[in-house]
């Protein structure tokens, strides 16, 4: 929950944004929770696993894409009237998502990045400078995040738990890995 709301955070989300997160795994989903937490008007969920997608939808996601590279870009364009969001959440970390983060931020927008980078270099240097899209983020410091969402966890108000969609003791560590990988599993927890 903390990486979702510091991609919200970085990304400068608030009342009455467009915001979209490219992503649908367990950070992806979290993020839809912390951009909601915050206000966004409209939450865009780029994914294509229909479960995921349910739980984006409970979470606050007003809209789906699934298409990918140019075609998700024109379609995030349709659903924002040609403008593009105020905010995306980068959450997954490869070149092409940064690259579709990039093409659908509208000009003077953020992007938080969380995604651990799978390249070298950013992405869409000259489409950054010239639309004057901020790009920030990183590794989450959860502890400075804690007192601000802890009470809403204990309160009910977000339920980021609900990304664990599986339980396995420690036999069972290595199955829950290539369960998550196979995306037959958001999240897996291990208990004793």
Known sequence: MGTGHHAAVVAKVGPGKRAAVVGDGAVGLCAVIAAKRLGAEQIIIMGRHGDRIALARDFGAT??????????????RELTGGQGVHSVLECVGHGASMD?????????????????????????????????????????????????LLPDVLAGRIEPGRVFDRNVGLDGVPDGYRAMADREAIKVMVTL
């Open 100 to 148: 579709t983060a990039i093409g659908i931020a509208r000009p003077g927008g953020a992007v938080g990045r969380v995604g651990v980078p799978q390249h070298t270099e950013i992405p869409g240097s000259l489409p950054t400078f010239f639309g004057n899209i901020t790009i920030g983020g990183g590794p989450a410091p959860v502890r400075a995040y804690l007192d601000e």
């Open 63 to 76: 809209d789906v894409v699934s298409e990918r590279g140019e075609e998700a870009i024109e379609r995030v």
